[in-house]
């Protein structure tokens, strides 16, 4: 099993930054690709990046290119989330969560993804 844990979340203004960080204990941290989710109320949870195992590869969703960097620490078992130029569109709970497909192209689907952290909010003010 792998426990995540997610942290970084808060209340920021239209333009600001975030770093969202997710702690992985449990299973060999460099074993299983990673990646972040969000769900903003009465919608879907939709895909906002992925990394590889080794950090090496990473993938967006078009929304948040240029905006988002998405980067791994395998020796300190952390993967975090950098979200600058904040829109009140980006206001979700996001989600980290593993995957230990080795296909890049099912990174992107929250069905392939085998364990996930409990969320952390962040509401962007227009």
């Known amino acids: 099993q792998v426990q995540l844990v997610e942290s970084g979340g808060g209340l920021v203004q239209a333009g600001g930054s975030l770093r969202l960080s997710c702690a992985a204990s449990?299973?060999?941290?460099?074993?299983?690709?990673m990646g972040w989710f969000r769900q903003a109320p009465g919608k879907e949870r939709e895909f906002v990046a992925a990394?590889?195992?080794?950090?090496?590869?990473?993938y967006y969703a078009d929304s948040v290119k240029g905006r988002f960097t998405i980067s791994r620490d395998n020796t300190k078992n952390t993967m975090h989330l950098q979200v600058n130029s904040l829109k009140p569109e980006d206001t979700a709970v996001y989600y980290c969560?593993?995957?230990?497909?080795?296909?890049?192209?099912?990174?992107?689907?929250?069905?392939?993804?085998?364990?996930w952290g409990q969320g952390t909010q962040v509401t962007v003010s227009s």
């Open positions: 449990g299973r060999t941290f460099s074993s299983y690709a």
């Open positions: 990394i590889s195992r080794s950090g090496g590869d990473t």
């Open positions: 969560a593993v995957t230990f497909r080795y296909s890049s192209t099912a990174y992107y689907r929250s069905a392939n993804y085998d364990y």
